[in-house]
Nanobody, 121 residues
Framework: QVHLVESGGGLVQAGGSLRLSCAAS????????MGWYRQAPGKQRELVAA???????TYADYAQGRFTISRDNTKNTIYLQMNNLKPEDTAVYYC???????????????WGQGTQVTVSS
């Protein structure tokens, strides 16, 4: 059984930075695409960024240039470095392990429980 644990969320002022981590267990980590989604109150869950098993990445338009997704297969962990955070980035951020080596929509895989990110103005 796959187990995903997110960490690194918190409260930060606008313009600040956070780094989220998602540690995975229970699977052969390196063969799966991984990603980050987020969900703000009253809104649909949306893609933030994803990374394939080979390291190719994709970003939502709002994340491009501010966020960076990366993976460390030796630690079974992915990261989301978020810079220049804005109040509209406030959301619960979820990690996903795709059931494939690449990412796709709608997403199909295992989800973490989420970590709250709050950006104050």
């Amino acid at each position: 059984q796959v187990h995903l644990v997110e960490s690194g969320g918190g409260l930060v002022q606008a313009g600040g930075s956070l780094r989220l981590s998602c540690a995975a267990s229970g699977s052969i980590f390196r063969i799966n695409a991984m990603g980050w989604y987020r969900q703000a109150p009253g809104k649909q869950r949306e893609l933030v960024a994803a990374i394939t098993s080979g390291g190719s990445t994709t970003y939502a338009d709002y994340a491009q240039g501010r966020f960076t997704i990366s993976r460390d297969n030796t630690k079974n962990t992915i990261y989301l470095q978020m810079n220049n955070l804005k109040p509209e980035d406030t959301a619960v951020y979820y990690c996903i392990r795709y059931n494939s080596g690449t990412y796709y929509y709608p997403p199909n895989g295992d989800w973490g429980q989420g970590t709250q990110v709050t950006v104050s103005s």
